[in-house]
């Protein structure tokens, strides 16, 4: 089984709402992802943890706010978002963060209005 | 009018004629490389992946060739079918980096009947 489930599917926030999306797998992965997607673009590396530990940050704004709380789940927490922040959140699993193949998640459809 | 960026690369094929996707790649120092198909609406799926080790790597339909002389990956599906049709994206992971992957700019496969 490599499914990575995501939830909420679709969202649509304001600017002033605090809203978090979560991943789960159940693989026995030990590195965990965010990226984000927009529209026709390849997807862009935000958040890797590591054995429940953030392991690199591209320099994520902070109103992005990743959360690891045990091995099999991933949040991002989402505050004072903006409405270019509008976008596919996808989250992605490997065995660990070793050169390994990435599972990727179906994704959250995020719209900011 | 359009903005630059927005249109993928298109490669059209019959129903039933093979199909090569190119991918040129950036850092001499990647060892790792997939391929991943994007349905519309749907996360990236993963593949097929070949290591730098190697040149040729073949699956269920679908061959994968590494030209490490001149950077280039490419992607070849036999007897193409309509459930092809969807974006390819191929992406590179640097040893050193922590399993980062540097996903290509994609490319939109159409599978005509």
């Known amino acids: 089984d490599t499914e990575v489930t995501q939830t909420p599917k679709h969202l649509v926030m304001g600017m002033t709402n605090k809203k978090s999306l979560k991943c789960e797998q159940h693989?026995?992965?030990?590195?965990m992802y965010w990226y984000k997607q927009k529209a026709k673009k390849p997807p862009e590396l935000m958040f890797v943890?590591?054995?429940?530990?953030?392991?690199i940050n591209e320099s994520v704004p902070s109103r992005f706010s990743p959360e690891c709380p045990n091995s099999s789940l991933l949040n991002l927490h989402l505050h004072a978002l903006q409405p270019e922040d509008s976008a596919l959140y996808l989250c992605?699993?490997?065995?660990?963060?070793?050169?390994?193949?990435?599972?990727f998640g179906p994704g959250t459809r995020l719209t900011v209005l | 009018g359009e903005s630059v960026g927005l249109h993928l690369p298109t490669l059209s094929v019959q129903e039933g004629d093979n199909s090569i996707i190119n991918c040129a790649y950036s850092?001499?120092?990647?060892?790792?490389f997939i391929w991943y198909k994007q349905e519309s609406g749907k996360g990236p799926q993963f593949i097929i992946d070949?290591?730098?080790?190697?040149d040729k790597r073949q699956g269920q339909r679908v061959t994968v060739l590494l030209n490490k002389t001149v950077k280039h990956l490419s992607l070849q599906i036999a007897a193409t079918q309509p459930g092809d049709s969807a974006v390819y994206f191929c992406?590179?992971?640097?040893?050193?980096?922590?399993?980062?992957?540097?996903f290509g700019t994609g490319t939109q496969l159409k599978v005509e009947l």
């Open positions: 992605a699993s490997s065995q660990d963060q070793n050169t390994d193949t990435q599972y």
């Open positions: 070949i290591r730098s080790n190697m």
């Open positions: 850092n001499s120092a990647s060892d790792y």
């Open positions: 943890y590591s054995y429940e530990k953030l392991s």
């Open positions: 693989m026995g992965h030990r590195a």
């Open positions: 992406a590179e992971n640097n040893a050193g980096g922590g399993n980062k992957l540097t």
